[in-house]
């Protein structure tokens, strides 16, 4: 095998440019499976056994990065799973959707659901009906359903797995499951296209272990060090493009015996009046406030200081009936009663309705 499998809605005029000068040829198949076209500009140089994965683009533009079946399968020592009927939730061709498919081909006792829409919502209807028992998802599709769907409604799966990944996760959201499936197995998965899966945690709390750090013990777990705040990793499950340690570019903050992703390392800093406020440090914050389900923080320019920060929020139920202007002070208090320094304090805050997410089930970072 040498090949992409790319849903057709990623493919701008960009992409297919760059994919026609690297030598791929495309074959775009439409909605009844047939073949609608084939373009190429040259025949595509054969690496045997290569699959090329295509990064999510959250960061900028899509990057193609190579695996094989032995690194993009990681599931190959699972051969006793329980019986699970999965939920793919995710866009055709990314790394998470080759997880889940190639767990199906090769691990015993799996089903998976695909659903034909990418409305979250549709997505819950069609595992009601499938009677799905398992979901990998990313926490925003959580909190996007934990807001649109009441509890009752969420109740009618019973889970026997819970995965959350492609975001940090954070320990109110945790606690949230937790809460509304005490039964259910709750997985924190750590992955990269390039990097590999890294890091998976089934304890119940946000972020890992501060002992597996600087541990060579690659025959539990891959090994993981941080330097400069920064996250590096070495797995046997990493893309054939790199060799011994690979840079995540994510942040992390040690809290005493944790080590917990708070975010990438080119983007969530803000320049406040010559002080530096991290967005998603602020974002974690709010989202600690029991009337927040989901929030987004950026900045917005500004005389004389030259940024103030900025807050998106949807907030609960509970606030119904409450003007913009009354959340505002609520959760500027909050903010102020949590210790927040002053120049992270949001200014200017937005309510919306909708918890916005982009094709790889993310929040999308605000520029």
Not at 211 to 236: A, F, G, M, Q, T
Not at 245 to 267: F, K, L, M, Q, S
Not at 311 to 333: I, M, P, Q, W
Request: aromatic fraction near 8%.
């Amino acid at each position: 095998i040498d090949g992409l499998i790319l849903h057709v809605n990623r493919l701008n005029d960009k992409l297919k440019e760059n994919l026609l000068d690297r030598g791929y040829s495309l074959c775009i198949i439409d909605s009844s499976n047939d073949i609608k076209c084939i373009l190429s500009k040259q025949e595509v140089s054969i690496v045997p056994g290569r699959i090329s994965v295509l990064t999510s683009g959250t960061t900028g533009d899509p990057k193609l990065i190579s695996h094989t079946w032995n690194t993009i399968f990681t599931q190959a020592k699972n051969r006793s799973c329980q019986n699970l009927n999965w939920l793919v939730p995710y866009t055709p061709g990314s790394y998470a959707w080759y997880q889940l498919i190639t767990m199906w081909m090769f691990v015993p006792n799996q089903d998976i659901t695909l659903p034909t829409n990418t409305d979250p919502e549709a997505m819950w209807d069609a595992a009601v009906l499938s009677g799905v028992n398992a979901i990998s998802s990313t926490p925003t599709l959580w909190r996007y359903l934990l807001y649109k769907r009441s509890g009752d409604q969420l109740k009618k799966l019973s889970f026997k797995q819970i995965t959350l990944g492609g975001e940090p996760v954070q320990q109110p959201l945790l606690n949230d499951l937790h809460s509304l499936y005490p039964e259910t197995k709750i997985t924190q998965i750590y992955a990269s296209t390039e990097g590999g899966a890294s890091i998976i945690v089934n304890d119940g709390k946000e972020g890992f272990p501060i002992e597996w750090l600087n541990s060579e013990d690659s025959k539990n777990r891959p090994s993981l060090k941080v330097k400069n705040r920064i996250l590096l990793v070495k797995s046997p499950y990493q893309s054939t493009d790199f060799e011994g340690w690979y840079c995540t570019n994510d942040r992390v903050e040690v809290r005493e015996d944790r080590v917990v992703i708070v975010g990438r390392a080119e983007d969530g800093f803000l320049n406040i009046g010559g002080n530096k406020a991290n967005a998603r440090n602020i974002e974690e914050q709010l989202l600690n406030h029991e009337d927040i389900y989901w929030c987004r923080v950026f900045a917005k320019k500004a005389p004389i200081v030259g940024e103030l920060v900025a807050a998106e929020v949807v907030a609960n139920g509970s606030t119904a009936g409450k003007s913009d202007s009354e959340l505002e002070k609520v959760f500027t208090e909050y903010c102020i009663d949590i210790g927040m320094n002053d120049w992270m304090i949001p200014r200017l805050w937005r309510f919306v309705e909708d918890i916005p997410l982009n094709a790889n089930l993310k929040s999308e970072l605000k520029k």
